[in-house]
């Protein structure tokens, strides 16, 4: 199974060209990784202090990120392939690879935090 983070970069990714834009060499897996640590902290309890500093390093690396409410439909299915829930690979509150279920409401939720952020 494939990182959730490798899922969700390749959606950013595409959601940016879809509205003319580029994220620079890297940005769209900074960004998936903050989102994919809020999702472990969500799931798994991990440390909120990772979340941060997932969040700021992709703020500061590589600027804001590159999609809006608009296209959360579009992203959700490009993650979760059109499912209210998802079997996902996240790391868990150590840090090591564990499948969870996500739902589309902490995705959508997930998504509002990587835009807010």
């Not at 700021?56 to 590589?62: I, K, N, S, V």
């Amino acid at each position: 199974m494939e990182q959730f983070s490798e899922i969700l970069a390749a959606a950013l990714g595409k959601a940016a060209r879809d509205h003319g834009q580029e994220y620079i060499d890297g940005g769209c897996l900074q960004w998936a990784l903050a989102g994919q640590a809020y999702l472990s902290l969500a799931l798994f309890g991990a440390p909120q202090s990772k979340v941060r500093e997932y969040q700021y390093a992709a703020r500061d690396l590589t600027g804001p990120v590159l999609f809006d409410c608009h296209q959360y439909d579009a992203l959700t299915e490009m993650c979760m392939a059109g499912k209210k829930t998802a079997t996902v690979l996240l790391p868990d509150s150590n840090g090591c690879p564990a499948t969870a279920q996500l739902s589309e409401s902490l995705f959508l939720e997930m998504l509002d935090f990587l835009r807010e952020g």
